[in-house]
């Protein structure tokens, strides 16, 4: 990588945020907020560089616009800087609320999605009037002509933009799920860091089935979506204060307050700190999806005036009961709960045989021939990037259903630490099969309850069987020190051999198919055991993924 990619990629940026051609001097202003220090004949320089590229185009003498192409690359370049501009963005997005709540005027921040109906506006009006929104306010931008309508809604970032103009700092930490018992709110069922993503945590968790806003307004239990942050302790009561403030002008959905250092909905906080629960804005529009409605979420997507909002109702019944400082298990993170799996790997190089860690995915007795022979149609079409090992395991349960055993990627992990080697499971991610190969996702382990390959099949984002465009599959980026790397590299090429699809080795301070390792570290990049099960499912077959399940002993597997 050059050192103007990151340049680029933030010109880039820039113009994505204009509607307008823009020149030279204006970027060059921007950039300098941004901490990159080029004057207007570098950024031509840089321009004339994107416009050979395809990725912008000159507009005569009133400046330049980002191309489709361009949007393309911004989307997928540098993977790993997009893992840190999903938090900035946020932070960008407090910095630039200076809503007065006094005065109701200024700019606050939005969610639009797309709907396609009346129905669906009926839906987000009872979702509203149940209290599970953020706010009333809202905007609608009806087109008849294509048959749909806009909506925008108020997003719970404006509220830390609130507290940040009375001088609170408050720090996005988790996007995640809550259950919900007799209207209760009981605890965080998933959390993903928003420091360690390159999706926002509240998209990963809007595939289908993931939420069940629905029945908690009919019902009073289920599933809804939530963020989390924390306040300076010393700044609690003035917060409590200004968040029934607006709640009065109708700025809500707080779910919860902790006290000082107390954990609040499984949520350890730490000494001097409070945390603090807010519907996700996203909620509403949940709701219509799983109504089954066609619509199109986006999340915090830009600054509005808050003058151009109204209410769509004036009823709020808030249905949620007040969250109490129950002890709730404390929730662990996904690499947490992985380690003792890993640390009993003791799978023999030499001899092929002993323990590996195992994802076991579940569909019906009566599909397992035609998954099998997906399976084998996927590995031999691409044996580089398809794990060939699985074993069919019983259920529990359910004599009707059967598991498929596949390899983890996280066995890799043990095996090298078993040769006394550190190697730390560093990403989960989705790999776009292109020239060269990049990553376009990536979920840190550490960073999130569930793991990312099963949050990306979930959301319908492989095309691990794809005969059209490139193939985007599952696989986990690791780091190892650069010290054993001549040892590393003769273990890792064994287990290729193997059958363990190792994809990529990469070098000190460079990246590997898009991903960063640390200094003095090396990546490694690794496919997913559950890249033969997201064909299945891309096949129409409805199979249960479970991730990181149990010890199972490798030469007890078959092979395809």
């Known amino acids: 990588m050059s050192d103007s990619e990151p340049r680029m990629i933030e010109i880039l940026r820039i113009l994505t945020q204009h509607d307008k051609p823009i020149g030279s001097k204006l970027i060059a202003d921007e950039l300098r907020d941004k901490g990159f ?21 000159r507009m005569g003498y009133s400046g330049r616009v980002i191309t489709e192409l361009g949007r393309e690359k911004l989307e997928k370049g540098l993977i790993y800087d997009q893992v840190d501009f999903i938090y900035s963005k946020f932070e960008e997005m407090i910095y630039l609320t200076d809503f007065n709540y006094m005065t109701q005027t200024g700019n606050v921040v939005v969610n639009t999605s797309t ?46 933009g609130i507290l940040l103009n009375e001088g609170i700092s408050s720090q996005p930490v988790y996007g995640g799920l809550i259950k919900v018992e007799d209207y209760k709110p009981i605890r965080f069922e998933e959390l993903i860091s928003y420091k360690k993503t390159s999706l926002t945590p509240l998209d990963a968790f809007s595939s289908p089935n993931r939420t069940s806003v629905l029945d908690v307004v009919d019902s009073g239990n289920g599933i809804i979506p939530a963020n989390f942050r924390l306040i300076p302790g010393v700044g609690r009561e003035r917060t409590i204060e200004i968040i029934k403030k607006l709640d009065k002008i109708g700025i809500g959905g707080v779910i919860g307050i902790s006290d000082e250092g107390k954990d609040i909905l499984g949520i350890p906080v730490p000494d001097g700190m409070v945390g603090i629960a807010i519907v996700g804005g996203i909620t509403p529009f949940r709701a219509v999806q799983e109504s089954g409605e066609n619509i199109d979420i986006k999340i915090a997507e830009e600054i509005r005036d808050f003058k151009t909002l109204s209410p769509i109702t004036t009823t709020i019944r808030n249905h949620l009961k007040p969250v109490t400082h129950d002890l709730q298990p404390k929730i662990s993170f996904l690499l947490s709960k992985s380690w003792n799996l890993i640390q009993q790997v003791n799978f023999d190089i030499e001899k092929r045989k002993g323990n590996i860690v195992s994802n076991i995915s579940y569909l019906k ?4 021939d035609k998954a099998l022979n997906i399976m084998e149609e996927t590995y031999n079409d691409d044996p580089k990037h398809i794990n060939p090992y699985y074993q069919i395991m019983d259920h529990p349960t359910d004599d009707d259903t059967v598991g498929i055993a596949t390899i983890c990627s996280l066995s890799i992990d043990g095996i090298l630490i078993n040769n006394g080697i550190i190697c730390n499971p560093k990403y ?21 309850t569930v793991d990312p390959h099963k949050i990306f099949i979930a959301k319908d984002m492989t095309s691990v069987s794809t005969s059209i465009g490139p193939k985007k599959v599952l696989a986990s980026f690791k780091e190892i020190p650069y010290i054993s790397r001549d040892y590393a590299v003769d273990l890792l090429d064994t287990l290729d051999k193997t059958g363990f699809s190792i994809y990529k080795i990469g070098k000190p301070r ?45 030469e007890k597997m078959n092979r395809l």
């Open 428 to 448: 989960g991610g989705l790999l776009e099969l292109t020239e060269p190969s990049l990553f376009i996702e990536l979920i840190s382990y550490n960073g999130s």
């Open 37 to 57: 220090n080029l004057g207007e004949r570098a950024v031509r320089y840089h321009m004339q560089v994107l416009d050979e590229k395809g990725y912008t185009e």
């Open 115 to 160: 709907v396609y109906n009346e129905e669906s506006i009926d839906i987000l009006k009872d979702i509203i009037e149940s209290g599970l929104s953020v706010s009333p306010y809202v905007n609608l931008n009806e087109d008849k002509s294509e048959g749909r309508i806009e909506v925008t809604t108020l997003c719970g970032t404006t509220i830390d």
């Open 365 to 368: 007795r009566d599909d397992l």
């Open 510 to 554: 460079a990246l590997t198919y898009n991903a960063k390792a640390d200094n003095y570290n090396f990546g490694i990049v690794a496919g997913s055991g559950l890249n033969s099960i997201a064909a299945i499912r891309e096949k129409g077959i409805d199979i249960h993924v479970k991730a990181i399940e149990k010890l199972i002993p490798f």
